[in-house]
């Protein structure tokens, strides 16, 4: 962040309009690291501080009103307060919020609507977080491969657990491949595979077959830019994975809705394993690990003789507020809807690299779904060596022009459309959009001047 050169001037309007956000950002950094309570990412050159949502739509306590295209870090697929989902909390509150007991029907029908349109998920069980939902599933594959090894794509990213932020850069300072604080040998359990390169992730995977128990995968890898796997790849490393005897795990924590069922169906790959998080939980925390039933059942005593050989216990999986919650997103998030979200972002690719072309500069929109990646960059960002040559600066400094317009995000290029937004709000996004490159100078009007960066 800190490399990053952001227009004076626009960081002059950002502060001009956000100083009540500055005074209560500071105030929390005395009591919490980061002046976030979830401490996710940083923001230039403070982070607005929000005082109220409601459907697509932010405000911040300088009263200043945002299109949310954040979604509440990715989770909130139908926007802010969504009535249905509202209504099911509070009822169901009213009552039983936690349990320690088998309860009827919440977690029967959470499971239900899981299993009808998740293709690799014949059983599922719950969790809180992406990441507690990738630990059972790495423990998973290792007590069914008997290997211990883990295989996983190059700037993808997995949730916190020492062996998945093995080589993640947002989860470390300086250059150290393990983050500080995790297990140093927790480099050791991994290994690392270049993304969308079939061939290369083939010798890597065949090279450690023997002691490889999973290789985990984003279909799209979201954090690191919306990029989109080829269908190539993923076939690939399904073929490879079933010869070799490897668990094939699709981390979909991020990816589930860009299709029913999940990124798996738009690909039409299936895997032995599926984490899922963020979005199942219509706004409350919920994460699943589903799959194949003979590898879901090392969680089953009746299965093995009264002792199930993998026990995880999750106190808040399950959650009775959480899976209504669940239920009543899912519930809505109907094929319909998912061509309706997928139709809208396919209009902001198109429009974006529509500028690329109309404006001659390297300006490129990926992704697929309701997930999308803006990128500046002479070759298409595909994996992570394209992405090494992405201007991060002029992608930051658009997204901080975009925030003076009220359009909030991650100020990382990321996009994410929800069920609440539609073509008004898409309209007035593409217009900002091209007045922050104009504003910038990264575009001239044919005619005139010329970009006054270059
Ligand atoms: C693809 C992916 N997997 C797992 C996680 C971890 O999820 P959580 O933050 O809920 O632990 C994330 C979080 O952003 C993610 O993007």
């Given at each position: 962040m800190s490399r990053i050169r952001f227009d004076e001037e626009q960081v002059a309007i950002y502060r001009g309009r956000t100083p009540r956000s500055e005074e209560l950002w500071r105030k929390t950094k005395e009591l919490i690291p980061t002046g976030?309570?979830?401490?996710m990412g940083a923001f230039h050159p403070y982070p607005i501080v929000v005082e109220r949502a409601k459907g697509c739509w932010l405000w911040d306590v300088d009263g200043n009103r945002y299109l949310d295209l954040r979604l509440g870090d990715w989770v909130l697929i139908h926007g802010h307060s969504d009535e249905e989902i509202r209504r099911a909390v509070y009822e169901q509150m009213g009552k039983a919020v936690q349990v320690g007991a088998p309860e009827w029907d919440l977690g029967y029908r959470m499971a239900q609507l899981l299993v009808e349109r998740v293709?690799?998920?014949e059983k599922v069980r719950f969790f809180v977080s992406g990441t507690d939902a990738n630990i059972c599933a790495l423990k998973l594959a290792r007590a069914y491969t008997g290997r211990t090894k883990i295989a996983r794509s190059i700037g993808g990213y997995h949730g916190t657990a020492d062996e998945l932020s093995v080589?993640?850069?947002?989860?470390?300072?300086?250059?150290?491949?393990?983050?500080?604080?995790?297990?140093?040998?927790?480099e050791e359990e991994i290994v690392q595979i270049p993304y969308n390169d079939p061939d290369g992730a083939e010798a890597v995977i065949r090279e450690h077959a023997s002691e490889l128990a999973a290789v985990i995968i984003e279909p799209v890898m979201t954090a690191a830019g919306m990029l989109e796997s080829t269908r190539e790849y993923l076939q690939r490393l399904r073929a490879v994975t079933e010869e070799l005897g490897v668990i094939l795990l699709f981390?979909?924590?991020?990816?589930?809705?860009?299709?029913y069922g999940g990124a798996q169906v738009h690909y039409g790959v299936v895997p032995d394993l599926t984490t899922l998080g963020k979005t199942i939980g219509g706004g409350l925390p919920v994460s699943a690990v589903g799959g194949r039933r003979e590898i879901m059942d090392?969680?089953?005593p009746d299965a093995h003789g009264g002792s199930a050989p993998v026990s995880i216990m999750s106190?808040?999986?399950?959650n009775s507020a959480s899976l209504a919650a669940g239920i009543a997103c899912l519930e809505k998030l109907t094929p319909e809807a998912h061509q309706t979200m997928n139709r809208l972002a396919n209009r902001i690719r198109t429009h974006i690299d529509g500028l690329g072309r109309r404006y001659g500069i390297p300006l490129h929109a990926t992704g697929i779904g309701n997930l999308i990646g803006v990128h500046w960059a002479d070759e298409r960002v595909v994996d992570e060596p394209t992405l090494r040559r992405d201007d991060r600066e002029k992608i930051q400094n658009i997204n901080l022009v975009l925030d003076n317009e009220g359009y909030y995000q991650t100020f990382t290029g990321l996009f994410l459309l929800s069920t609440a937004i539609g073509e008004q709000e898409v309209d007035g996004f593409l217009h900002a959009f091209e007045r922050a490159l104009l504003v910038l100078g990264y575009a001239s009007e044919p005619g005139s001047d010329g970009d006054r960066d270059s």
């Amino acid at each position: 962040m800190s490399r990053i050169r952001f227009d004076e001037e626009q960081v002059a309007i950002y502060r001009g309009r956000t100083p009540r956000s500055e005074e209560l950002w500071r105030k929390t950094k005395e009591l919490i690291p980061t002046g976030h309570a979830g401490g996710m990412g940083a923001f230039h050159p403070y982070p607005i501080v929000v005082e109220r949502a409601k459907g697509c739509w932010l405000w911040d306590v300088d009263g200043n009103r945002y299109l949310d295209l954040r979604l509440g870090d990715w989770v909130l697929i139908h926007g802010h307060s969504d009535e249905e989902i509202r209504r099911a909390v509070y009822e169901q509150m009213g009552k039983a919020v936690q349990v320690g007991a088998p309860e009827w029907d919440l977690g029967y029908r959470m499971a239900q609507l899981l299993v009808e349109r998740v293709p690799s998920i014949e059983k599922v069980r719950f969790f809180v977080s992406g990441t507690d939902a990738n630990i059972c599933a790495l423990k998973l594959a290792r007590a069914y491969t008997g290997r211990t090894k883990i295989a996983r794509s190059i700037g993808g990213y997995h949730g916190t657990a020492d062996e998945l932020s093995v080589g993640v850069s947002v989860l470390r300072a300086r250059e150290e491949t393990v983050p500080l604080g995790a297990l140093v040998r927790a480099e050791e359990e991994i290994v690392q595979i270049p993304y969308n390169d079939p061939d290369g992730a083939e010798a890597v995977i065949r090279e450690h077959a023997s002691e490889l128990a999973a290789v985990i995968i984003e279909p799209v890898m979201t954090a690191a830019g919306m990029l989109e796997s080829t269908r190539e790849y993923l076939q690939r490393l399904r073929a490879v994975t079933e010869e070799l005897g490897v668990i094939l795990l699709f981390d979909e924590v991020v990816t589930f809705p860009v299709a029913y069922g999940g990124a798996q169906v738009h690909y039409g790959v299936v895997p032995d394993l599926t984490t899922l998080g963020k979005t199942i939980g219509g706004g409350l925390p919920v994460s699943a690990v589903g799959g194949r039933r003979e590898i879901m059942d090392l969680l089953e005593p009746d299965a093995h003789g009264g002792s199930a050989p993998v026990s995880i216990m999750s106190t808040f999986g399950g959650n009775s507020a959480s899976l209504a919650a669940g239920i009543a997103c899912l519930e809505k998030l109907t094929p319909e809807a998912h061509q309706t979200m997928n139709r809208l972002a396919n209009r902001i690719r198109t429009h974006i690299d529509g500028l690329g072309r109309r404006y001659g500069i390297p300006l490129h929109a990926t992704g697929i779904g309701n997930l999308i990646g803006v990128h500046w960059a002479d070759e298409r960002v595909v994996d992570e060596p394209t992405l090494r040559r992405d201007d991060r600066e002029k992608i930051q400094n658009i997204n901080l022009v975009l925030d003076n317009e009220g359009y909030y995000q991650t100020f990382t290029g990321l996009f994410l459309l929800s069920t609440a937004i539609g073509e008004q709000e898409v309209d007035g996004f593409l217009h900002a959009f091209e007045r922050a490159l104009l504003v910038l100078g990264y575009a001239s009007e044919p005619g005139s001047d010329g970009d006054r960066d270059s």
